[in-house]
């Protein structure tokens, strides 16, 4: 999946419950974690 993907679903799903910087760490995590 596309980083842009996984920040296109968070927004689609915490709308503006979570802040762009948390969607950003969160997809930076799944990036450092992904084999």
Known sequence: MLL???IQQLNDVFADK???EDKLR???SIEL???
């Open 18 to 20: 979570v802040s762009d």
């Open 33 to 35: 974690v992904k084999p």
């Open 26 to 28: 969160f997809a930076n």
């Open 4 to 6: 842009a993907e996984i």
